[in-house]
């Protein structure tokens, strides 16, 4: 997630506000509990923490380099995401022609971004099976702040964990499709480049985008939800921020996907339009958002790895991970599977 110029130590005491209201009854396990069709079970099942963790431990390895914008080592990140789509049989989007939309330098040096390299967004894509037209974006930066002083950034959480789960939720929904029982609409997922230095991969997708965006039915956007912040420390939970900011039924198609799956803590605190730290205009859904295409965004919050070289793969809870994962897979299942396309009722 991009930085907030704000000295640390007040952003410390800045955070401390969140004030949680969601069931306090939340079971450690409650998968037994999953309800949905056949299709949507076995499809969800396949997001797996065992299969985060693997693809982790690589997009968030030292090898990386902390993936700087335009670097080798994000190159060879966005390589290995590509050859793991390839491996699932799961293509770009044609009018695209590859994998890769070119980021060019001089728009992001335009953007404030100097000295930064040409770089790369990365679209996986799986056609719709009765309104292709219609485009549920899922999105997660796959760029870190790099190596500084010797030191790799390698951002497992930020937003390596973000990545890992736009990938498994590819997998998942593939399997669907494998089984006869593919998305209705079409499914864009977007890794967007440039977003620590000013959100400019998702800014460039929704000035160049390659689905028109009034198709564009929502962005689901997943920035860090492998670990927890010292308010929610070992709770089962996760911020949605944005949800009813622009659709009075997106929150509402959240909640009833959470209550069929992992039941967790839907904290929206950051929502209030007075927080200091003003997420919803600090992740690549606010590119989205502001072309009025709705959003939410899922995040744990603020922790003390956060921007820091320690934020690595050890410290990741891969179970609560694989269950934020699952969340978002259930509400994009819900978005792409209903009758018709959810309204933007709200301004
Ligand atoms: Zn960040």
């Known amino acids: 997630m991009k930085r907030l110029f704000i000295p640390i130590f007040s952003i410390v005491m800045l955070v401390s506000c969140g004030t949680a209201k969601a069931p306090a009854d939340a079971a450690t396990d409650q998968s037994s509990n999953v309800k949905g069709d056949k299709a949507f079970l076995t499809a969800y099942k396949e997001i797996k923490a065992d299969d985060l963790k693997k693809n982790l431990y690589v997009i968030a390895s030292d090898e ?3 993936r700087d914008t335009g670097s080798p080592g994000q190159k ?12 699932l049989g799961i293509s770009y989007p044609k009018a695209l022609g590859s994998y890769y939309q070119k980021v060019p330098a001089d728009y ?9 390299p040409d770089s790369e967004n990365i679209l996986a894509f799986i056609e719709g099976s009765e309104k292709p037209e219609e485009i549920i974006v899922i999105s997660g930066h796959y760029d870190h702040v790099g190596t500084q002083k010797g030191v790799v950034y390698n951002g497992a959480d930020d937003d390596g964990s973000g ?3 736009v990938m498994e939720i590819a ?12 998305p209705k609409r079409s499914i864009l997922f977007l890794h967007v480049t440039g977003e620590e230095h000013g959100l400019f991969g998702s800014e460039y997708y929704t000035d160049n985008p390659v689905f028109t965006l009034a198709n564009t ?5 997943i920035d860090m939800i492998g670990r927890d912040d010292p308010q929610n420390r070992g709770k089962q939970y996760v911020y949605v921020i944005g949800s009813e900011m622009l659709s009075s039924q997106l929150k509402v198609i959240n909640e009833a996907a959470n209550k069929k799956t992992n039941n967790l803590e839907l904290n929206y605190s950051y929502d209030d339009p007075n927080d200091p730290q003003r997420l919803y205009y600090r992740s690549d859904h606010y590119n989205f958002a502001k072309n009025n ?3 939410a965004f899922f995040f744990d919050g603020i922790h003390e790895d956060y921007h820091k070289p320690t934020d690595d793969v050890e410290k990741i809870d891969y179970k609560l991970l694989e269950k934020r994962t699952q969340l978002v897979f259930a509400t994009a299942w819900e978005l792409a599977n209903m009758p018709t396309r959810i309204v933007v009722d709200k301004k």
């Open 76 to 87: 060879k990140a966005g390589e290995y995401m590509v050859n793991y789509y390839k491996s």
């Open 108 to 116: 992001m040096k335009q953007r404030g971004g100097s000295n930064l």
């Open 64 to 66: 990386m380099g902390g």
């Open 171 to 182: 997998k998942a929904f593939q399997s669907a499709k494998k089984a006869g029982k593919g």
């Open 293 to 295: 295409v709705p959003v």
């Open 163 to 165: 990545t890992v789960a």
């Open 217 to 221: 039915v929502a962005d689901l956007n």
